[in-house]
């Protein structure tokens, strides 16, 4: 048995060995980019999991952290260790554990874990031969809300963010048979956390989108970034990073614009380069034309759909394609049917209604959304606010937690820059005012700008009432592209009945969007106008909110508050809310409620004078 363990630890110890060198190499941190486009495996299905609320398979009983201190540990729950006899003591096997379905929060699979917050481990086992000279890469599209994650034993690392994709390299890691992936998953909340402590959604844990294995050459390409110059509608900027390069020759082939570009590749790995397009269709809501955008390298081929449109604020107007426009939105959870969306399936559900709804334009809150969201934004023609859950009482002071906020930022930005349907990334929602927290944001809409310059930036702040009137002077105003607010007259306080009266002071002469207003209603609850939870209420409120909306200066877009309803532990109201927020139009169940045909009706009427 002595003699097993010794084996064990010097082939752990040589494994890290190599993946330090891999570290040292700078091979290994590649981020890949649209693997739709690469050769894949999913390890989607089902995996075993065992609840740790003690962390007991991560901590011995006076609290050392196995996994700094003692490998040979079999109480750790990462080795996947199996008595060796009868006498062994092990109390874990994650094979005799439950199993639940991958992709997939964990508080809807198990009645025990509605409310669960703490950690469980996850084990999904595989073979797979990796050919000589290939690369082999683990991609997560997002765990909520911490990760620690570990292959055969080896540590690959530890992730923050519930909602951002992450990857690891495994060549060298990776075994023909019996691998045994094993994350420990937290999704406590903490103050210091992005989001923090407090938020009006349920949070779900777990592996909650897609796991993939990706197969790579040995130079590879990592990344890259095409689409129209800024200030320009025909030449098109390519950006193409390139992997552990050798002297190669990067293509871009667009067939469509009849594009077959060739560029030598610099010893860096970076490509950049410039293309003259003519004859582009522009991507737009009414014609999302997308192209086949082909980058090949000697070893490789990537193959993408990639729409070209440009996007820009002239005083108080959004120009898409030089043309104004206004913003028929609404605000999306990522939730279907009470549980945490991550699939193609629910992407195209709750894009479907938003467009029946007769929206060009869709706000993904409160955090980047899966990326099947994105991709049919893009094919169907909807505009797109992604933001980052810099949610109300964030940690402002922190920097911890601003370099939390600021990854999230870098990856949403890096998974969605080639995304047309994309136009405003927001950094904040509802936070309140200080100085750490201007500087805070003012940091993020710096890093936005760095990170992309062609998109718009925003944030959906609060406002103030004085002497009746509705004021958004909020100081951040002055550094976003779009100034956006959520009000809430006639739920949160304010008359309806004078709302259409109602007088808004925006001291910017920039776009302004309503990213929030709305109000509850139990979905087959009638009464009058003046009953609070009723499909009536619901419906007043809508008409008296656009009324007052249509008058507000600068008025280019809303995205009203919310398309479905939601869970969140927030709502407790018996026989009302139950768990849930009811400002949806659409029940859990996918039945509309009056105000829904509200939305509808004015966004037709909102058409015919914007058409898209
Ligand atoms: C806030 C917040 C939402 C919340 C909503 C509500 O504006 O941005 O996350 O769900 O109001 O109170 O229903």
Wanted: aromatic share 12%.
């Amino acid at each position: 048995m002595r003699k097993t363990i010794v084996l064990r630890a010097v082939f752990v110890l040589t494994i890290m060995i190599i993946v330090s060198l891999f570290l040292l190499s700078g091979m290994a941190h590649a981020q890949l980019n649209n693997l739709s486009g690469r050769q894949t495996t999913s390890l989607n299905g089902k995996w075993n999991y065992i609840i740790d609320p003690y962390e007991t398979g991560y901590y011995s009983f006076h609290a050392e952290v196995y996994d700094q201190h003692n490998v040979k540990a079999t109480g750790a729950y990462y080795n996947n260790y199996h008595a060796k006899n009868k006498s062994e003591l092990v109390e874990y096997d994650f094979d005799k554990s439950p199993t639940m379905q991958i992709p997939g929060d964990w508080n809807t699979q198990a009645a025990e874990l509605k409310y669960y917050e703490g950690t469980i481990w996850f084990k999904r086992s595989f073979d797979y031969q990796l050919p000589k000279g290939k690369r082999l890469f683990l991609h997560f599209g997002a765990v909520n809300y911490k990760a620690d994650v570990y292959l055969n034993g080896v540590k690959l690392g530890v992730h923050e963010g519930g909602f951002t994709p992450f990857q690891y390299e495994v060549t060298g890691i990776v075994q023909p048979k019996a691998n045994y992936l094993i994350l420990k998953v937290d999704n406590k909340r903490t103050k210091e956390g992005v989001p923090t402590l407090n938020t009006d959604w349920w949070n779900y844990g777990g592996i909650t989108r897609d796991v993939t294995l990706v197969e790579e050459p040995s130079m590879l390409i990592e990344d890259y970034s095409i689409g129209l110059k800024k200030g320009t509608n025909n030449i098109i900027s390519c950006r193409i990073k390139i992997n552990n390069p050798a002297p190669a020759t990067i293509t871009v082939e667009i067939p469509e614009l009849k594009i077959n570009w060739s560029y030598g590749l610099l010893a860096n790995g970076i490509a950049a380069f410039e293309i003259p397009a003519d004859n582009i269709s522009y991507w737009s809501p009414a014609s999302p034309k997308l192209y086949k955008v082909i980058i090949r390298t000697n070893a490789q081929t990537i193959t993408d759909s990639i729409g070209f449109r440009t996007i820009e604020t002239r005083g108080p107007d959004i120009l898409l394609n030089g043309n104004p426009v206004f913003l028929r939105g609404i605000s999306i959870h990522e939730e279907y049917k009470g549980r945490r969306a991550h699939s193609a399936a629910d992407a195209a559900a709750l894009l479907g209604w938003a467009k029946e709804l007769g929206c060009n334009y869709v706000r993904l809150a409160h955090y980047p959304h899966n990326e099947h969201m994105l991709k049919l934004a893009d094919k169907m023609g909807l505009l797109v606010w992604e933001e980052i859950p810099v949610y109300w009482t964030i940690d402002f002071k922190n920097k911890s937690t601003y370099d939390n906020a600021a990854a999230q930022l870098t990856a949403m930005v890096n998974r969605d820059k080639n995304r047309a349907a994309v136009i405003i990334w927001s950094v904040a929602n509802e936070t309140p005012l200080s100085d750490n927290r201007n500087t805070f944001l003012k940091n993020l809409v710096t890093l936005t700008r760095t990170l992309d310059s062609t998109r718009l930036v925003s944030a959906a702040l609060l406002t103030r009432q004085e002497n009746g009137q509705g004021i958004v002077d909020d100081k951040i105003g002055e550094d976003l592209d779009i100034v956006a607010f959520n009000q809430y007259r006639g739920w949160y306080g304010g008359d309806l009945a004078t709302a259409p009266e109602a007088v808004w002071k925006v001291p910017y002469n920039k776009p302004v969007v309503v990213s929030e207003f709305g109000g509850d209603a139990k979905q087959g609850l009638h009464g009058t106008k003046e009953e609070r939870w009723t499909e009536e209420y619901q419906e007043y409120l809508y008409r008296q909110n656009l009324q007052m909306i249509d008058k507000m200066p600068n008025i280019r877009g809303i995205s009203p508050w919310i398309l479905t309803d939601f869970r969140s532990p927030r709502r407790v109201l018996p026989g009302i809310q139950d768990g849930f927020n009811r400002k949806g139009l659409i029940s859990t169940e996918g039945k509309r409620k009056k105000a829904f045909f509200v939305l509808q009706s004015y966004y037709k009427s909102k058409q015919r004078k914007y058409p898209d």
